[in-house]
């Protein structure tokens, strides 16, 4: 199957750092399908040549074995093709026709447009494609988040993308989705048996998911002030995990019979007004610390972040999903910069056996799901050391980690994200609906904030966040998981 991919935004960080490293390890693990063209468009005027050149230089930067060596990168940059594009002019569309069009052996099986440009760029970019006739069946795109800023622009963005491509040639990208621990999340609830009996209410004391970043805003100040940790990272890669974690078994494996299921939780997320808001949502701020043994400055001593910003870099919130497999089972969700760790994981924790017979502390099974840096599974049961009649139980661990049972060619999210939209397979994208319904459930937050100028609570970088985010679970008798 031959392909045309196209980046807009070829030159920008997203493309070196993450999409190309990506297309590359697709190409090293021969997953990339032959007779494929990478076209990457950008503003500045340059050759294939000068381009490639840059992308090697690049790819020092790339983490070391994923790394091309001389040879490899010779033949990936054999694929790889650049253009200039001032993305307002019909005309240069009309050249990226062409191209696409001028090729050995005719027009390529699929084409796809992947937009890593800012995202004010996407309306444009997609009316243009669709003057320039550049829409048809054969083709594709590809949409970076953020997609938009509130309801309102994402459905701006929506209606735009929808009047141009059909929902089922729009592949919403959001990267948590691809990578393979969450795949195992879907794997591990509908592909065994062991745990759907026991995943609801009834077993269930509550659900914890963590994702946490030990990295500050580094060079993206002025991106991320304008955005805050809510819009990046809990209106879609949280909210997509507690969709898979909370969904009904979908009846099939496609993409719809998914994305309808996943659609369902995001509506049955409770409301929030503006005084659970004020009770069960937490903002923070970090301030200087020290992160994994070195000094780092405050969020408002990063470069660009203007002075006195009220944005938040830590949100801790608690939630419940309204339906009656879920009804009073509280899900905190937390998430920050300049946490302890880069430590992604969703923590299940189960009731207490009904009558104890044991003695010491009523203790309870726990599942965690690690999604990085390791992707693994932790079941924790209560066992007994023999040593002596009348014992209490002590936790320990069934350890199963992922990169060691299939030690080779794991594929990263990324890769596999690509790969999906060359090949048409929309499981692992996110609908309009559910992405529109995201954005109306945190909306409410989010006008909260915009109306209560106290701002975020400050946090030492290298901390959990604010005192807060521990209370706000500790009031249901509950505890985070490090805190046991
Ligand atoms: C991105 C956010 O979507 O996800 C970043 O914009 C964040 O701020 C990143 O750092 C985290 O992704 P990962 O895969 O490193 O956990």
């Not at 050149?53 to 790889?80: H, I, M, T, Y």
């Not at 795949?183 to 745990?195: E, K, V």
């Not at 969700?333 to 189960?350: H, S, Y």
């Not at 994200?417 to 109306?440: C, P, T």
């Amino acid at each position: 199957m031959s392909f045309d991919l196209v980046f807009f935004g070829g030159t920008g960080d997203l493309t070196w750092r993450k999409l190309m490293p990506a297309l590359f390890q697709a190409f090293r693990h021969g997953k990339l399908p032959g007779g494929g063209r990478i076209l990457a468009v950008a503003r500045d005027d340059q050759s294939d040549e000068k381009y490639r050149a840059w992308l090697k230089e690049r790819f020092q930067e790339v983490d070391g074995s994923k790394r091309p060596n001389d040879e490899e990168f010779q033949r990936f940059a054999e694929l790889v093709h650049y253009t200039r594009m001032d993305l307002s002019q019909p005309e240069h569309y009309g050249r990226l026709k062409t191209w696409l069009e001028e090729r050995v052996g005719g027009q390529a099986d699929t084409v796809v447009f992947y937009l890593a440009t800012s995202p004010h760029l996407f309306t444009q970019i997609c009316q243009q494609l669709g003057a320039a006739g550049l829409n048809h069946d054969k083709v594709r795109v590809v949409l970076e988040k953020p997609l938009g800023q509130d309801l309102a622009s994402a459905q701006e963005i929506n209606k735009v993308v929808r009047s141009v491509f059909r929902e089922d040639q729009a592949y919403r990208i959001d990267h948590y989705l691809g990578k393979p621990s969450v795949q195992n999340l879907m794997a591990l609830r509908f592909g065994n048996a062991l745990f759907e009996p026991l995943w609801r209410r009834e077993s269930i004391a509550n659900i914890q998911i963590t994702l946490a970043e030990s990295l500050g805003v580094g060079t993206r100040g002025p991106f991320y002030d304008q955005t805050g940790c809510l819009r990046d990272m809990v209106q879609n890669h949280a909210l997509q995990l507690l969709t898979m974690i909370a969904m009904e078994p979908p009846s099939t494996h496609d993409a719809d019979a998914i994305r309808d299921e996943k659609l369902k939780v995001l509506r049955s997320l409770k409301p929030f007004t503006a005084e659970s808001v004020a009770r069960d949502v937490v903002r923070g701020q970090y301030r200087a610390g020290n992160v994994e043994g070195r000094a780092v400055p405050a969020y408002l001593d990063e470069g660009k972040v203007p002075e006195g910003s009220q944005t938040e870099t830590f949100v801790a919130l608690r939630t419940e999903v309204q339906n009656w497999r879920w009804a009073g089972v509280p899900f905190y969700i937390r998430t920050g910069k300049r946490l302890p760790g880069r430590d992604a994981q969703i923590v299940v924790n189960f009731r207490p056996v009904p009558h104890p017979i044991f003695p010491g502390a009523n203790q309870a099974n726990r599942l965690i799901i690690k999604l990085q840096p390791e992707d693994g599974l932790e079941l924790q049961l209560l066992a007994s050391k023999g040593s002596s009649s009348g014992e209490a139980l002590t936790p320990v661990s069934l350890d199963l980690d992922f990169d060691k049972a299939f030690p080779t060619n794991r594929v990263g999210a990324y890769e596999r994200l690509l790969l999906d939209a060359i090949a048409g397979r929309l499981n692992l994208f996110v609908r309009s609906d559910e992405q529109e319904q995201a954005w109306r459930w945190v909306e409410p937050i989010l006008e909260a904030w915009a109306e209560d100028t106290t701002g975020p609570r400050h946090y030492n970088a290298g901390s959990w966040g604010p005192a807060a985010a521990s209370a706000l679970v500790a009031r249901d008798g509950h505890a985070w998981a490090e805190e046991v």
